[in-house]
């Protein structure tokens, strides 16, 4: 392996005191990518990493930020450069970048320095892909490669120098973004990779399957996953009492407060998806503490909110959902029930942490962190407690820390450590990195 | 595992005509067509031949005289069940891993458009901006419409990470694995409530008498698994 790894370097950053060459940190997720220049407090570019095309279209291909502003959403045609996690479709994955760092970004490769967060278990091919691309097609002058769940950590360790993470320096990180769910314990600022483990369920599989269920059950939804991704972000939650929410979700009427309606977008009348009773959504999960950004969804803005159920909108297209709204998300806990032979998440953490020396596991079990996109859901955290503590031995503390924003947390870590003066010490320039290849090359050959 | 001893097993039964039993299973388990890669995957996971199947409209029962036919020496439906349950469960992960992609691919525009849009008059910035842009729709039109890039599971079969000593961390060996008990909840495939029935005819779970009419009435035999 040729590429440079986060860690050894220790604590201290230096805050961004004099460093000369500017950086660019790159969290590219299979679902959104999150780019921006080192030493801001959030990304510039928050988009999607797909291009997609509305159905009717003799229009042209939308990229990354255009598909968010794209007003025909039904059916939308949709291509990714990633699968299951890991980029494959580099051409593809070249238009996404061009699109950011030319035109969102306005950087020039060649006087900038790339922090890439890519998943772990990256294949040594596709490290090599990703690698051309970054120097002979975008012509970076340097780079260096970290993953999520140290970046997190970075990035914790820096927000919070008093917790118990910063002092014993390890924590346990689990990801759950678009593509899958990875348990990573961080030992000593360094992630362990021998104690990684992963379930192949993340926020794509859940959309998914709420495409699946509500188009067995009411309306055929197998072409629409832009708009059900919608619906999952604003109407799923994790149950923390699956047996009474089942029955309260058969009840008739108004005593069933975990029925939603959807209003479906058309296009016309609706641009954009909307909850018809946002009310009533927060009520299944009202005893619980949330941050108050889960209860109000972005981008209702302009829209006409229907508030009282009698508003009918000519020809609106509701979707009416009850138990998918938690039953999707116990697909994360207990894969089992749908036929797969995956542990839950909570299984996966023991597992992660048991594969830890004997001392650290106390220390993991105090600091276990939430992050990605689909630690988002209502009562994740309560019910990820909720499974896990039977499961950790009694004399132990267990703490699960939500996030208020988990999507762009290891982003954040990254822009820390690229604005730090180890940054440039610890990254390969292009130059090296030319030097390295020929010497693999020789290696094989020989 | 049992899968893995199951698969070696099999392995000595390799059909001389060159079919390929997991092709075979397939058809058993109703999924009209499995992808290549997976195949792969299961091939060095099973450790089962993989060949491609000469006969590709072979119906069910035929399918399952045949392996009958040939594995005498095996329980032949035992081994069925446990495969044919392996195979579903990928081919599920595979539902859930698909994206909308199917959609009808327009044209690619010709040059002469372009130049049309081309008036004089607009400023050389412009123009840069524009043709870099028309580039691009038309690179991405191309990328869109070109036959899949090799998935992950084909790279992935590629990488021969089996190879690698057993202390290595990959990607395999950081799948989380089955977990410690088995027990399920079954949920009703009308309405979602906790199932304690089951349809006699395809296996879907239901709860109550009304949700089996429903069930019977219009979905049975719609979707396996
Ligand atoms: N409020 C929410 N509730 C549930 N899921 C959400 C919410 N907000 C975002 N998500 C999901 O989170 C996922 C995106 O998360 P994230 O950006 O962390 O993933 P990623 O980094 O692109 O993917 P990966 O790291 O797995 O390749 C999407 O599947 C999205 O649907
Ligand atoms: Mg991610
Ligand atoms: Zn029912
Ligand atoms: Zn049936």
Avoid at chain 1, 172 to 185: A, E, K, M, Y
């Amino acid at each position: 392996m040729t590429r440079a790894s986060v860690g050894a370097g220790g604590g201290g950053g230096g805050g961004g005191g004099g460093v000369s060459l500017k950086a660019v940190v790159l969290d590219n997720g299979a679902g959104w990518c999150k780019a921006g220049v080192a030493g801001s407090e959030n990304p510039e570019a928050l988009v999607p990493n797909c291009v997609a095309r509305p159905h009717s279209g003799k229009q042209r291909w939308l990229v990354a930020d255009q598909v968010l502003a794209c007003d025909e959403l039904q059916r939308l045609g949709i291509r990714r450069p990633a699968d299951r996690g890991y980029l494959i479709a580099s051409e593809l994955q070249k238009e996404i970048w061009e699109r950011i760092f030319r035109t969102l970004l306005k950087i020039r490769p060649s006087e900038t320095s790339l922090l890439l967060i890519e998943p772990p278990f990256t294949l040594p091919s596709i490290q090599k892909l990703t690698d051309e691309l970054i120097f002979e097609e975008f012509g970076f002058r340097s780079l260096f490669v970290a993953d999520p769940a140290s970046m997190t950590h970075h990035y914790l360790q820096h927000r919070n120098p008093d917790s118990d993470l910063a002092r014993s320096r390890c924590s346990l990180i689990v990801d759950s973004g678009f593509s899958f769910t990875h348990t990573s314990p961080v030992v000593y600022n360094v992630t362990c990779n021998a104690a990684v483990k992963r379930i192949d369920l993340g926020g794509k599989a859940l959309t998914n399957y709420l495409k699946e269920l509500v188009s067995y059950r009411t309306l055929n939804m197998m072409d629409e996953q832009w708009i059900m991704e919608d619906v999952k972000e604003k109407l799923c939650y994790c149950s923390l009492d699956v047996a009474s929410d089942m029955n309260i979700a058969r009840k008739v009427g108004a005593e069933n407060y975990i029925r939603c309606n959807y209003i479906l977008p058309d296009g016309l009348h609706f641009k954009r998806g909307i909850v018809k009773n946002p009310d009533v959504v927060p009520l299944a999960y009202r005893h619980l503490s949330l941050p108050e950004s889960t209860n109000t969804p972005k981008s209702q803005g302009d829209m006409p909110m229907a508030k009282d159920e009698k508003v009918t909108v000519p020809n609106a297209q509701e979707l009416t959902v009850t138990n998918e709204r938690f039953l999707v998300p116990e697909m994360l806990f207990h894969p089992a029930d749908l036929g797969m032979n995956q542990a839950g998440i909570a299984e996966c953490i023991v597992r992660a942490v048991s594969a830890c020396h004997r001392d650290l596991q106390p220390l993991l079990y105090k600091s276990v962190v939430l992050t990605g996109g689909t630690t988002k859901l209502p009562g994740f955290k309560e019910r990820l407690e909720l499974e896990l503590r039977p499961m950790v031995p009694a004399e132990y503390d267990l703490k699960v820390h939500a996030l208020d924003n988990p999507i762009v947390a290891p982003w954040r870590g990254g822009s820390l450590f690229a604005s730090s003066e180890e940054f440039e010490s610890c990254s390969i320039t292009k130059g090296l990195h030319t030097k390295w290849q020929h010497f693999g090359h020789a290696n094989k050959n020989g | 595992m049992g899968g893995l001893a199951l698969g070696a097993s099999l392995q000595q039964h390799r059909l001389s005509n060159g079919t390929c039993f997991l092709w075979q299973t397939a058809y058993c388990t109703g999924e009209a067509y499995l992808p290549e890669s997976l195949l792969l995957v299961l091939s060095t996971h099973l450790l089962l031949p993989v060949v491609p199947c000469p006969h590709a409209s072979m119906n069910v029962n035929i399918a399952r005289a045949y392996v009958h036919a040939v594995f005498t020496s095996v329980h032949v439906s035992c081994l069925l069940f446990g495969i044919a349950l392996f195979l579903v469960a990928i081919a599920r992960l595979d539902a859930l891993e698909s994206d909308n992609i199917a959609m009808e691919l327009v044209d690619v525009d010709d040059d002469e458009d372009v130049s049309l849009e081309d008036e004089e008059h607009e400023s050389l910035v412009y123009q840069r901006r524009h043709k870099r842009e028309t580039r691009q729709a038309r690179a991405l039109e191309k990328l869109a419409s070109a036959k899949k890039t090799r998935s992950f599971l084909d790279l992935l079969h590629e990488a021969n990470l089996e190879a690698l000593p057993s202390h290595v961390p990959t990607y395999l060996r950081a799948a989380v694995g089955p977990p410690s008990s088995s027990a399920r909840r079954h949920f009703c495939s009308v309405c979602g409530y906790f199932a304690n029935y089951t349809c006699t005819i395809c296996g879907a779970r239901f709860c109550c008498i009304r949700c089996q009419k429903i069930h019977t009435d219009t979905r049975c035999q719609k979707f396996i698994a």
